[in-house]
């Protein structure tokens, strides 16, 4: 086991707020919750529904990492692209009704995208760890096997 050293405050202070620029803000459902309710007439209890399954879509860390450790980070990036799009694609669509716009639809989508957002974020955090590993400036003194 080797330790990794500070090497001053700065680094600290750096490595905090590129970590935390990375992570990002992915529970911004009040912002759709207003569409949702004017365009499509959801109830509160449709809201609901459809946040929480959003909300499922987001814990899929340990598959996505489970992943990343068995395809590399590229391909698992893709196929997160490719979720976000497809999740939010049918979302937009749903909104202007062109398709189906049933809250159960819309809760399907709404996890694929936020799987989608999982996967991004979890690649953005172990890409910024294994760049910390490379240039050893820790945000504090780390353990590394």
């Given amino acids: 086991m080797t330790v990794v050293e500070l090497k001053s405050r700065f680094h600290v202070l ?43 879509g987001l814990y899929t860390g ?21 979720l976000i799009f497809l999740g939010n694609i049918y979302v937009w669509l749903a909104v202007q009704k062109v398709v189906w716009y049933g809250v159960g639809p819309v809760s399907c989508a709404y996890i694929i995208a936020q799987m989608g957002k999982c996967i991004s974020r979890c690649i953005r955090v172990t890409t910024l760890y294994l760049l910390m590993i490379k240039l050893c400036s820790y945000s504090m003194c780390l353990f590394v096997h």
């Fill in 14 to 56: 750096s490595f905090v707020l590129l970590a935390a620029s990375v992570v990002g803000t992915p529970y911004a459902f009040g912002i759709f919750s207003l569409i949702f309710r004017h365009n499509l007439g959801y109830n509160q209890l449709d809201l609901s529904i459809v946040s929480s399954c959003g909300s499922t």
């Fill in 62 to 82: 340990v598959i996505c990492g489970l992943g990343i450790e068995r395809y590399g980070p590229v391909r698992i990036l893709q196929c997160g692209a490719c």
